[in-house]
Protein backbone atom coordinates (compact mmCIF):
# COMPACT_ATOMS: atom_id res chain seq x y z
CA UNK A 1 0.00 0.00 0.00
CA UNK A 2 1.05 3.65 -0.09
CA UNK A 3 2.83 4.98 2.67
CA UNK A 4 4.75 8.42 2.97
CA UNK A 5 7.30 8.83 5.84
CA UNK A 6 8.27 12.05 6.97
CA UNK A 7 11.51 13.47 8.65
CA UNK A 8 13.49 16.04 9.67
CA UNK A 9 11.16 17.92 11.80
CA UNK A 10 12.39 19.52 15.36
CA UNK A 11 12.78 22.49 17.63
CA UNK A 12 14.75 25.17 15.90
CA UNK A 13 15.23 28.95 16.74
CA UNK A 14 13.71 32.19 14.74
CA UNK A 15 15.94 32.68 11.63
CA UNK A 16 17.04 29.03 11.71
CA UNK A 17 16.91 26.51 8.56
CA UNK A 18 15.59 22.85 8.16
CA UNK A 19 15.15 20.22 5.62
CA UNK A 20 12.03 17.83 5.92
CA UNK A 21 12.10 14.92 3.68
CA UNK A 22 9.27 12.40 2.60
CA UNK A 23 9.99 8.99 1.36
CA UNK A 24 7.57 7.32 -0.24
CA UNK A 25 6.69 3.81 -1.03
CA UNK A 26 3.58 1.32 -2.78
CA UNK A 27 3.49 3.85 -5.76
CA UNK A 28 5.43 4.82 -8.95
CA UNK A 29 6.65 7.94 -7.28
CA UNK A 30 7.83 9.42 -10.39
CA UNK A 31 4.16 9.36 -11.50
CA UNK A 32 2.86 11.47 -8.76
CA UNK A 33 2.75 15.03 -8.10
CA UNK A 34 4.14 15.69 -4.21
CA UNK A 35 3.21 18.47 -1.95
CA UNK A 36 3.71 19.51 1.51
CA UNK A 37 1.27 21.32 3.69
CA UNK A 38 1.18 22.11 7.24
CA UNK A 39 -1.26 22.31 10.23
CA UNK A 40 -1.58 24.17 13.34
CA UNK A 41 -3.98 22.43 15.92
CA UNK A 42 -7.29 24.28 15.56
CA UNK A 43 -6.49 25.15 12.26
CA UNK A 44 -6.91 24.43 8.86
CA UNK A 45 -4.44 21.71 6.68
CA UNK A 46 -2.57 24.88 4.26
CA UNK A 47 -0.44 23.94 1.30
CA UNK A 48 3.00 25.22 1.58
CA UNK A 49 4.21 24.01 -1.69
CA UNK A 50 3.56 20.81 -4.41
CA UNK A 51 5.98 19.92 -7.51
CA UNK A 52 4.44 18.06 -10.21
CA UNK A 53 5.68 15.29 -11.81
CA UNK A 54 6.65 15.67 -15.82
CA UNK A 55 8.21 18.97 -15.68
CA UNK A 56 9.26 19.93 -12.39
CA UNK A 57 7.19 22.99 -12.11
CA UNK A 58 7.26 23.93 -8.60
CA UNK A 59 4.33 26.10 -6.17
CA UNK A 60 4.45 27.88 -3.19
CA UNK A 61 1.85 29.14 -0.60
CA UNK A 62 2.81 33.02 -0.97
CA UNK A 63 3.96 33.92 2.62
CA UNK A 64 6.43 31.45 2.03
CA UNK A 65 7.74 32.07 -1.28
CA UNK A 66 11.54 32.76 -1.44
CA UNK A 67 12.18 31.03 1.97
CA UNK A 68 10.92 27.44 1.12
CA UNK A 69 12.09 25.33 -1.59
CA UNK A 70 10.49 22.20 -2.72
CA UNK A 71 12.49 19.23 -4.72
CA UNK A 72 12.31 15.66 -5.21
CA UNK A 73 13.93 12.76 -6.02
CA UNK A 74 12.61 10.45 -8.16
CA UNK A 75 15.88 7.89 -8.02
CA UNK A 76 15.12 7.98 -4.43
CA UNK A 77 11.47 7.95 -3.78
CA UNK A 78 12.30 11.16 -2.04
CA UNK A 79 10.87 14.72 -2.09
CA UNK A 80 11.80 17.14 0.29
CA UNK A 81 11.46 20.71 1.84
CA UNK A 82 14.20 23.11 2.25
CA UNK A 83 12.70 26.29 4.72
CA UNK A 84 14.92 29.08 5.65
CA UNK A 85 14.68 32.61 8.06
CA UNK A 86 11.87 30.14 10.30
CA UNK A 87 9.48 32.24 12.02
CA UNK A 88 7.45 31.42 15.57
CA UNK A 89 4.38 31.44 13.09
CA UNK A 90 5.77 28.92 10.71
CA UNK A 91 5.53 26.20 13.75
CA UNK A 92 3.18 23.41 12.81
CA UNK A 93 3.06 19.88 11.99
CA UNK A 94 3.90 18.92 8.42
CA UNK A 95 2.44 16.68 6.46
CA UNK A 96 3.97 15.49 3.11
CA UNK A 97 1.27 14.19 -0.05
CA UNK A 98 0.71 12.53 -2.86
CA UNK A 99 -1.74 12.51 -5.86
CA UNK A 100 -1.23 10.40 -9.39
CA UNK A 101 -1.73 13.71 -11.21
CA UNK A 102 0.20 16.10 -12.83
CA UNK A 103 -2.01 19.19 -11.42
CA UNK A 104 -0.70 20.58 -8.15
CA UNK A 105 -3.97 21.45 -6.15
CA UNK A 106 -3.78 23.64 -3.42
CA UNK A 107 -6.85 22.39 -1.35
CA UNK A 108 -6.01 19.29 0.55
CA UNK A 109 -9.45 17.48 -0.56
CA UNK A 110 -7.37 16.84 -3.92
CA UNK A 111 -4.69 14.89 -2.24
CA UNK A 112 -5.01 11.25 -1.25
CA UNK A 113 -2.02 9.81 0.12
CA UNK A 114 -0.99 11.26 3.41
CA UNK A 115 2.23 11.07 5.91
CA UNK A 116 2.00 11.12 9.31
CA UNK A 117 3.42 14.46 9.54
CA UNK A 118 6.69 15.65 11.95
CA UNK A 119 6.58 18.43 14.62
CA UNK A 120 8.47 21.87 13.48
CA UNK A 121 8.25 24.01 16.24
CA UNK A 122 10.28 27.59 16.26
CA UNK A 123 11.31 29.43 19.09
CA UNK A 124 11.40 33.08 18.93
Known amino acids: QVQLVESGGGLVQAGDSLRLSCVGSGFTFSTYAMGWFRQVLGKEREFVAG????????YYLDSMKGRVTISRDNAKNMVYLQMSSLKPEDTAVYYC?????????????????WGQGTQVTVSS
Open 97 to 113: AARRSNVVPFYTQAWAY
Open 51 to 58: IAWTDNNT
